[in-house]
């Protein structure tokens, strides 16, 4: 999984971030380590230009949510249960224009590999050649002041254990207190 949002540093000036999440027992995990997300942005349909963001923070975090019991037994500490590493991607851009249809766009190139479904996920038939790669698209109007996309507050890797209670919620919060709304939208191809 993982998302994308930007950030206004100042004027025309955005953080792009892709924010990805390995599969630690996954075959193409390792390549997150080095890889070289591209991130295509258009403008109102047309192409501006493609960015290569480079690796921030602390690559490879562990953020299974297990329970306390199976800390030490994921797959990213070399056990059997399922482990997810977190992965933290930046770069800064200068759009050439303010414009009410800014498009991001993660088409799942690494640089290195390509961005999809887990191998360890079985139970979906994949149809076509791209039917398993990930595509995360983050949209920016700032034709009237410079804008900040919403983010999530919560690592979207749940995982529930038996017999315990659990909430689990993927709030989103923005920077500038603007209205969010939801909407569930076709996959994108």
Not at 46 to 70: D, K, M
Request: glycine share 12%; hydrophobic share 35%.
């Amino acid at each position: 999984g993982g998302d994308i949002n930007y950030r206004n540093i100042v004027g025309n000036t955005y953080e792009i971030s892709l924010i990805l999440y390995g599969d630690c027992s996954g075959g193409s995990y390792p390549n997150l380590f080095t890889s070289s997300p591209v991130i295509e942005i258009y403008n109102n349909g047309s192409f501006f230009q493609n960015i290569s963001l480079t690796i921030s923070g602390n690559p490879g975090l562990e953020v299974t949510p297990v329970c306390p019991a199976q800390a030490n037994n994921t797959s990213c500490k070399g056990g059997s249960q399922p482990g997810v590493a977190q992965f933290i991607f930046k770069k800064q851009i200068t759009l050439n224009a303010q414009s009410n249809g800014w498009r991001f766009i993660f088409n799942g190139n690494l640089g290195v590999s390509g961005a999809g479904r887990s191998g360890s996920i079985t139970n979906i038939t994949a149809n076509g050649a791209n039917a398993s790669v990930m595509q995360l698209e983050a949209t920016l109007n700032n034709s009237l002041a410079p804008n900040n996309s919403a983010t999530y507050s919560t690592i979207p890797t749940p995982f529930f254990c038996i017999n315990t209670q659990q909430e689990y919620n993927l709030g989103a919060i923005d920077a500038e207190g603007d209205l969010l709304s939801f909407d569930l939208v076709d996959g994108l191809d």
